[in-house]
């Protein structure tokens, strides 16, 4: 047959999402998802949406959206973007700010090189330290940074400091930090942007706020970068928020009270998991997010993974080099990680 795809089409290796099985009753752990429901509040906001407005375009901003992380964060609105999920956010961060020379760690979201590739942006990966630790000071490129905080998928946080020294180290390009796991712990530097002309903050709703389904981005900049964003965004699609996740994104991020008491239960959650896996002889990263990054002193990720399948519990498994001997394990209620455990605990023997 014809070819008929572009050349870009055929050479790019797309990202591979972790798996959304069709299956009913099983503990899905691969993806990070919050295990507890958006809240009351959230669900409200959802229910008095006046579908009648769906006739109009919704808000090509971020509207009602835009405003209250505005308000959240005390900046002015034109130091916010919103977009259609983060990575949406990242993809268009790429587009506007790099040309070629980025460099981010080589174990780091997966995401990160396949944007590069997908904009022809030539990338360096800095190879973490033998802890999984990132080199701070060797974290330095001409064109451009990115860096997940806390990083994914180990799920360890540089402190302010470190995220600063990078800002210093690299003030001629613009530095991304991914905090899409940062309300489990890690400090945000989102109170540097105002000090920082070359920082760029993405965050989501997915995992703190119980919203992957609803696909809510945002960045935090100043306005120059902000300018950058927009400009990529209005080339490819005016209005990426529809009204409706507008509208309930805005309630979920007033209903602060909520999402901070279901972030401390997961990391309640996380240090006792951590410390059982610990106990059936597994090491486990030190984490500040809502995932466990664990490795086994005698038996094969894959065939760990293989087995908790088969019981019906999901976690993720990365066949690449340097890590293909650990699993990334989402956070769940501790119901789920009892289970968990008590699987683990058979496959011991
Ligand atoms: N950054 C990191 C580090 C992630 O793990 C994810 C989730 N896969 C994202 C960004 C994207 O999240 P979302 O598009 O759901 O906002």
């Not at 047959?1 to 009913?24: C, D, F, H, R, W």
């Not at 210093?168 to 613009?174: A, L, Q, R, S, Y």
């Not at 409706?244 to 602060?256: E, G, H, M, P, Y």
């Amino acid at each position: 047959m014809q070819n008929y795809l572009s050349k870009k089409a055929v050479g790019i290796s797309p990202y591979t999402a972790g798996a959304q099985p069709k299956e009913k009753n099983i503990i899905k752990l691969n993806t990070n998802e919050n295990p507890y429901p958006p809240s009351p509040k959230t669900l409200q906001a959802y229910e008095n949406f006046d579908a009648k407005k769906l006739r109009l375009y919704p808000r090509p901003d971020g509207g009602e959206l835009r405003k209250t992380i505005a308000e959240i964060f005390k900046l002015h609105e034109s130091y916010v973007f919103c977009g259609n999920g983060s990575d949406e956010v990242l993809g268009f961060a790429y587009d506007a700010f790099f040309d070629k020379d980025i460099m981010f760690p080589n174990i780091t979201y997966s995401f990160f090189p396949v944007w590069a590739d997908l904009f022809d942006i030539t990338y360096n990966l800095l190879p973490l330290n033998a802890n999984f630790t990132i080199p701070i000071d060797k974290l330095k490129a001409p064109g451009g940074i990115v860096l997940a905080n806390p990083n994914a998928p180990t799920g360890i946080a540089l402190s302010l400091d470190d995220v600063q020294k990078v800002l210093k180290n690299n003030k001629d390009c613009v530095v991304i930090v991914d905090e899409a796991y940062g309300a489990f712990g890690a400090q945000s530097a989102a109170p540097l942007v105002p000090e920082y002309e070359n920082l760029l903050i993405v965050n989501t709703l997915s995992k703190s706020h119980s919203l992957a389904g609803l696909r809510i981005g945002y960045a935090l900049g100043q306005p120059h970068l902000i300018d950058g964003l927009v400009r990529i965004k209005d080339s490819f699609n005016s209005y990426p928020i529809d009204s409706i996740a507008q509208c309930v994104a805005a309630a979920a991020l007033r209903d602060k009270e909520y999402y901070s008491g279901i972030a401390k239960k997961i990391m309640a959650t996380r240090e006792s998991t951590k410390k059982r896996l610990e106990d059936l002889g597994y090491s486990v990263l030190p984490s500040c997010s809502n995932f466990l990054f664990v490795t086994h002193k005698s038996k094969k990720a894959a065939d760990i993974k293989k087995y908790l399948e088969e019981n019906k519990i999901f976690v993720r498994h990365f066949n690449a080099p340097l890590i293909s001997d650990y699993l990334r394990i989402s956070i769940g209620t501790d119901e789920q990680m009892d289970t968990l455990i008590q699987k683990l605990t058979k496959f011991e023997g």
